[in-house]
């Protein structure tokens, strides 16, 4: 075991890295755009559109993130749409992060009693501040776990990404393997890297849940 | 290059027995693994507590298929030999299974009161007997919904086992794939193969849990 002919290929290691939470953040956040308008859409009123949610939902949560990755970048060029192996990892992480995304906000908004609503709706307020002052904060604290554990597992599995050669660190890995020939160690400190990122997000979401969500608990 | 023809049909379905074995592999050691893990979780000795839940972070920490990877290359230099690379494989699938099946089983055991524990001990079971009569099956009750959940996880999973080599449905589709020049037809088929593994899972999951809801 020699970890030393990896240390000059740090630069490379943080490029990835970025690359990684460029990723993971797009992803998350067109994800989570998703995941707003799917739950909107299921409360709605229109059933073809709460199928087309549901169909959505299915698809993507009952296949492998691998396969949908391989087809946003092999088969969608067939219809003309070419992506460069960012931008179709980008789409295709966005599209399984929200279909997981519609069902947590959906579960956040369910979580909040009906009586509540009616209770915000005889004390005279409106539509909208009922949703921002009774509904939205009980809400957001509930699905907030989940979105976070959710997005420590996009992290990770961003990984697949490296598989339609997207610069991010797992394939940085494979190119230092390529030059080192040491493959144990690149991928043990690629581990440790990631279990780096992992543990901070989960740190930062724990202080931000924290300071959020601080108002008493009920019981 | 040649056409999609029945022989591509007949491999990709063929190559669904890897998947198939990969699972019930990763189901058999992980879950003995789990139990242990989930156990340890809520046992009295505090050092034990922490060695366990250290053990879920970690691997829950670390990308699957750089578990995968790890232990792809890692075996020989642990080992000081080569192995085939089905152990390697399944090593990995088997901690990925115990970590994550550890901490639903862990909540399935806290979920059950203590006094259900007291209880036991106050009939005169030992620690053993009120694990195995009381505690275990309503445990079971709670986690079942999740444990199905995560076996549609794992199977998604093993399609990481096609990066390194193993002819599993994935690789299968690679293989069509590049064979027939039909991208479309072929993922397409593999999606949906996948799919119908798991769709009747994911709705078994919920109904077990609309169930356990209606109970309550």
């Not at chain 1, 240390?7 to 990835?16: C, E, P, T």
């Not at chain 2, 193993?166 to 072929?186: D, H, I, K, N």
Request: hydrophobic share 55%; glycine share 8%; charged share 10%.
């Amino acid at each position: 075991m020699n970890f030393l002919p990896l240390w000059r290929y740090q630069n490379q290691l943080i490029d990835g890295a970025i690359v990684t939470l460029e990723l993971t953040v797009i992803s998350a956040v067109c994800g989570l755009l998703i995941g707003i308008a799917g739950a909107v859409a299921l409360k709605g009123r229109i059933t073809q559109l709460r199928w087309l949610v549901r169909f959505y939902i299915e698809l993507f949560r009952n296949t492998p993130s691998l396969i949908q990755i391989f087809i946003v970048f092999f088969v969608l060029p067939t219809f003309g749409l070419k992506l460069p192996a960012f931008e179709a990892a980008c789409v295709a992480l966005s599209l399984y992060f929200g279909a997981y995304s519609v069902e947590i906000i959906r579960a956040g908004l369910d979580s909040i009693p009906r009586s509540q609503v009616e209770a915000g709706a005889c004390l005279g307020l409106s539509g909208w501040q009922v949703f921002r002052h009774i509904i939205l904060p009980p809400a957001l604290r509930n699905a907030y776990p989940a979105v976070t554990s959710q997005f420590v597992l996009l992290l990770l599995g961003t990984s697949l990404a490296s598989q339609v050669a997207a610069d991010e660190l797992f394939h940085v890995a494979g190119f230092i393997e390529s030059r080192t020939y040491r493959s144990f160690e690149v991928y043990a400190v690629i581990c440790a890297v990631y279990f780096a990122m992992a543990m901070s997000f989960k740190a930062l979401f724990a202080i931000i849940g924290a300071v959020a969500f601080r108002w008493p608990r009920r019981r | 290059m040649r056409s999609f023809s029945l022989i591509d049909f007949v491999s990709l379905f063929t190559a669904l027995r890897w998947t198939v074995a990969l699972v019930v592999l990763a189901r058999a050691f992980g879950a003995p693994l789990a139990l242990g893990l989930a156990l340890g979780r809520i046992s009295r000795f505090a050092g034990l507590r922490w060695a366990m839940a250290a053990c879920i972070q970690v691997i829950q920490s670390v990308p699957l298929l750089g578990l995968l990877f790890f232990f792809y290359f890692g075996m020989p230099v642990f080992l000081g030999i080569q192995v085939p690379a089905i152990i390697a494989v399944t090593v990995a699938y088997t901690l990925y299974t115990a970590a994550f099946l550890g901490e639903i089983w862990r909540g399935g055991l806290e979920a059950v009161k203590q006094a259900q524990w007291e209880a036991g001990a106050c009939l005169g079971l030992s620690a053993w007997q009120q694990f195995r009569h009381i505690i275990a099956p309503q445990a079971l009750r709670l986690s079942l919904p999740p444990t199905v959940g995560f076996l549609v996880q794992l199977i998604k999973g093993t399609s990481l086992a096609s990066i390194l080599g193993f002819v599993e449905l994935a690789r299968a589709g690679q293989v069509v794939s590049a064979a027939t020049f039909q991208p479309l037809l072929t993922y397409a088929l593999v999606a949906a193969i996948y799919f119908a593994l798991c769709l009747p899972l994911t709705l078994w999951s919920r109904s077990l849990e609309a169930r356990l809801d209606g109970s309550r």
